[in-house]
Antibody
Framework: EVQLVESGGGLVQFGGSLRLSCAASGFTFSSYAMTWVRQAPGKGLEWVSGIGESGSGNTHYADSVRGRFTISRDNSKSTLYLQMNSLRAEDTAVYYC????????????WGKGTTVTVSS | EIVMTQSPATLSVSPGERATLSCRASQSVSSNLAWYQQKPGQAPRLLISGASTRATGIPARFSGSGSGTEFTLTISSLQSEDFAVYSCQQYDDWPHTFGGGTKVEIK
């Protein structure tokens, strides 16, 4: 069974840092690009960041997080990461990791999400 | 960035009726558009990719159409399990933006 399990969320103070992880199983992780998407309380989905199969040199960010968040992956561990620095109240959200589809950048498998709360 | 606009924000429909949801892109995204369904407390689920290709296991009552800037998701006969929020997403250009979502509620 294809599965994505996020972890690392929690309560953090304004300006703090947090690293999210997404453990993948049931598919060849190194063959698929991956994405982070977030959802603030009561709001819609917001695309956050994406990374290609090999990782290096193929990363993309939303303007709202560029320069503060860093996406990375460890294919040997089948794990995706999101390092979040200089956190703001507006970063409070459920963070989902998702797997890219077979041919294009739609997302065909999603994790259940991990919650990040930034307090002031 | 490409702005995705969905309408209406809320759609009230009776079970068995047809629902038509719209998604508009601020510039052409070709057919690089996906639709997702999300129920309360759950992760999104892929319904449609490539504007019109149903994902594995998605019932035939869900259909997508359009290209360029105008897209439509149609649910031909709403079932109780279809009441949810539906979001479109373009993956033609970075960042891969979402629309604000349409909530389909029971009338």
């Amino acid at each position: 069974e294809v599965q994505l399990v996020e972890s690392g969320g929690g309560l953090v103070q304004f300006g703090g840092s947090l690293r999210l992880s997404c453990a993948a199983s049931g598919f060849t992780f190194s063959s698929y690009a991956m994405t982070w998407v977030r959802q603030a309380p009561g709001k819609g989905l917001e695309w956050v960041s994406g990374i290609g199969e090999s990782g290096s040199g193929n990363t993309h960010y939303a303007d709202s997080v560029r320069g503060r968040f860093t996406i990375s992956r460890d294919n040997s561990k089948s794990t995706l990461y999101l390092q979040m620095n200089s956190l703001r109240a507006e970063d409070t959200a459920v963070y989902y990791c998702a797997k890219k589809g077979d041919y294009y950048w739609y997302m065909d498998v999603w994790g259940k999400g991990t919650t990040v709360t930034v307090s002031s | 960035e490409i702005v995705m606009t969905q309408s209406p924000a809320t759609l009230s429909v009776s079970p068995g009726e047809r629902a038509t949801l719209s998604c508009r892109a601020s510039q052409s995204v070709s057919s690089n558009l996906a639709w997702y369904q999300q129920k309360p407390g759950q992760a999104p689920r892929l319904l449609i990719s490539g504007a019109s290709t149903r994902a594995t296991g998605i019932p035939a009552r869900f259909s997508g159409s359009g290209s360029g800037t105008e897209f439509t998701l149609t649910i031909s006969s709403l079932q109780s399990e279809d009441f949810a929020v539906y979001s479109c997403q373009q993956y033609d250009d970075w960042p891969h933006t979402f629309g604000g979502g349409t909530k389909v509620e029971i009338k």
